[in-house]
Nanobody, 115 residues
Framework: VQLQAFGGGLVQPGGSLRLSCTVS????????MGWYRQAPGKQRELVAT???????NSADSLKDRFTISRDIGKNTVSLQMNSLKPEDTAVYYC??????????WGQGTQVTVSS
């Protein structure tokens, strides 16, 4: 299983970015796909997930600004991030879970929010 994440970069506070993650294989073969992030000196944390059935879950502190979606035809999960803040600066990782327990990670993409 391979996950390829892209879309990170440098953005000013208040700006937007869209991250995308393409997975090898059929997206429905994964129980859950989602995004996590890890800021310097902090633990990796949940951003948002979407199940094979389309049920979404987001961190309470982010749900008003971040939206997860998927493109089934492209086997891609995306994360739309709006009103970005400096504290959103982190490496964002795509994750996919298969068979209820096999967890796969993408390579991470850097998001930097700075003026």
């Amino acid at each position: 299983v391979q996950l390829q994440a892209f879309g990170g970069g440098l953005v000013q506070p208040g700006g937007s970015l869209r991250l995308s993650c393409t997975v090898s294989g059929n997206i429905f073969s994964f129980n859950v796909m989602g995004w996590y992030r890890q800021a310097p000196g902090k633990q990796r944390e949940l951003v948002a997930t979407i199940s094979s059935g389309g049920v979404k879950n987001s961190a309470d502190s982010l749900k008003d600004r971040f939206t997860i979606s998927r493109d089934i035809g492209k086997n891609t999960v995306s994360l739309q991030m709006n009103s970005l803040k400096p504290e959103d600066t982190a490496v964002y990782y795509c994750n996919a879970i298969k068979n209820g327990m096999d967890s796969y990670w993408g390579q991470g993409t850097q998001v930097t929010v700075s003026s």
